[in-house]
Structure formats: C-alpha cells, structure tokens
C-alpha cells in the first residue's frame, strides 16, 4: 500500500465524525485532498446534507468549489463544528508541525475556531520528538524579514528562506514569506512557540500545541485512531 492510499484510508475515516448541517473547515495540503474529495463524495451521495465549509486556502477553495461543496465566512459561522487537515508531524502528546505545504496562518485561525480539530496522516508523520524529520515553517513579513534569520538562529533554528519554482520568495496566501527552520529536535514545543512568537515580525509557527482533538494515523496495518487524554 502507497502512501496516498495511506493518507485516503486516514481521510476517509475522518469524515465520519462529520453529520448532516455541521460548518467544516477544510485543510491545505496532500492529505486534506482527499478529506475534501470524501466530504464531496458524501454530499453527492445524500449521506451528507446542509454542509458548508471554510477553507483554509486558495488552494482549498478552488478544489471545494469544483466537487460541490459550498463554502461560507467566518462573519456567517465564527465557530465552526470541526476542522479536519493534515500534519507534516505528529509527537506523542499530540502536539504537531504543520505548513509545509504553505498554509499554516489560516490553517491555525480555522483550527483555532473549531469545536473539534481531527488530523489526518500516514504513519511517516509521527515522531518521538518534533523537529526532527519536517523544518518548522515560521510566516513572517516581507518587510524586514532579512532581519529574523539571526534572531531565528538565537533560538537554535537554521532557518532558510522558501522559495517558489520561480527562484523568487514563496508568498503566502495572506501576503507573507516563510522561513523553514531546521532544528535537532525541539524538546519544548511550548517555550520554542512563545520565543518564536516575541520576535517581532513573526506573524505565526507551525507549531500546534494542544489543539488536535484525535489524530488519526493509517498504516498497513489499518488506521488506528490517537485520543487527547
């Protein structure tokens, strides 16, 4: 079994927790596609009736537009019933590192607003210890950026610059640039936030701490649900 077959028996076991009339936040990346190809499914096929959602990229926005589900605002649904997205990883208390894929501001708003946040992924994704397989994307503002690297490394980051396919900065949906920042392990996720989050001009991190509800992890061996105690 490949990993995308993987990362679709993660999603499609997701979706259950989702009934009839509930606002969804849908997530950005690999994984997220296939909770929204799920959902899509689900409404096509009756099962799911009154859904909106509110996606957490352009990216997501277009690919719900395009299989049928309709999407709402924040200002109509300012808490939403559950968010479902995926992880680059995953530790053992459940705290994660997400956007690599490039979303992680709006991605931790939607979580942030959600009665429940469930996260999808394949069993690569979980880690005895943050930092030590995915970078930590850190957003931050264009202007000044070149100044954050220096204050990054001062926290024990090797921060790079992303980049687009064009050779230039990647820009965020909102705007903004990343710094991915490579560390040998992070041993407190909670002290690495506040210290990333008091530099000035880091808008947000991919660190979310306490915020999943239950992660869900597909490996050959068939999905196997993790419950925050």
Known sequence: MDVSELKKMAAEKAVEGIQSGMAVGLGTGSTAFFVVEAVARRIREGILKDIVAVPTSVRTEEHA??????????????????TIDGADEVDPGLNL?????GALFREKIVAAASKKFIVVADESKQVKLLGTKAPLPVEVSPF???????????LGAKPV???????KAYVTDGGNFIL???????SNPAELERGLKSVVGVIETGLFIGMASEVIIAAEGGVKVLKRS
């Open 144 to 154: 000044g950026w070149e100044v954050l690297p220096a204050k990054l490394e001062k």
């Open 65 to 82: 537009r395009k299989v049928g589900i309709r999407l709402t605002t924040f200002e109509s649904h300012p808490t939403l019933d559950i």
């Open 161 to 167: 610059l992303r980049k687009a396919d064009t050779g």
């Open 180 to 186: 991915d920042c490579r560390f040998n392990g992070i």
């Open 97 to 101: 590192v997400k956007g690599l894929g």
